[in-house]
Nanobody
Framework: QVQLVESGGGLVQTGGSLRLSCAGSGLTLSTYIMGWFRQTPGKARQFVGAIDWSGRNTRYADSVNGRFGISRDNARNTVYLQMNSLNPEDTAVYYC?????????????????WGQGTQVTVSS
């Protein structure tokens, strides 16, 4: 059974940091582009960033560029989202996703497998 499981969400104050993890089972993450998205109630899922198989190439949404960083540990079959300088606008459910495509797409339709999401809440 293919699963992506996010963890690491929670409540943090403005200016704080969190690191989310996305662990894969039944799926070798090293063969996939991995992306992070976020969603708030009533809004479409929003691209946060993506990383290629090697971990050397990343892409970020303008809203998080310079504050967030994506990394991967293929030996652990895990991808990470380091979030720094958080503000209330970053409050959302965060999802990791795996894409079999060959580019760092910023659209959710390019991703085939999704985790269940983890809530991140930033208090002011």
């Amino acid at each position: 059974q293919v699963q992506l499981v996010e963890s690491g969400g929670g409540l943090v104050q403005t200016g704080g940091s969190l690191r989310l993890s996305c662990a894969g089972s039944g799926l070798t993450l090293s063969t996939y582009i991995m992306g992070w998205f976020r969603q708030t109630p009533g809004k479409a899922r929003q691209f946060v960033g993506a990383i290629d198989w090697s971990g050397r190439n990343t892409r970020y949404a303008d809203s998080v560029n310079g504050r967030f960083g994506i990394s991967r540990d293929n030996a652990r079959n895990t991808v990470y989202l380091q979030m720094n300088s958080l503000n209330p606008e970053d409050t959302a459910v965060y999802y990791c996703a795996a894409s079999p495509r060959r580019a760092l797409f910023d659209i959710s339709g390019a991703y085939e497998y999704w985790g269940q999401g983890t809530q991140v809440t930033v208090s002011s």
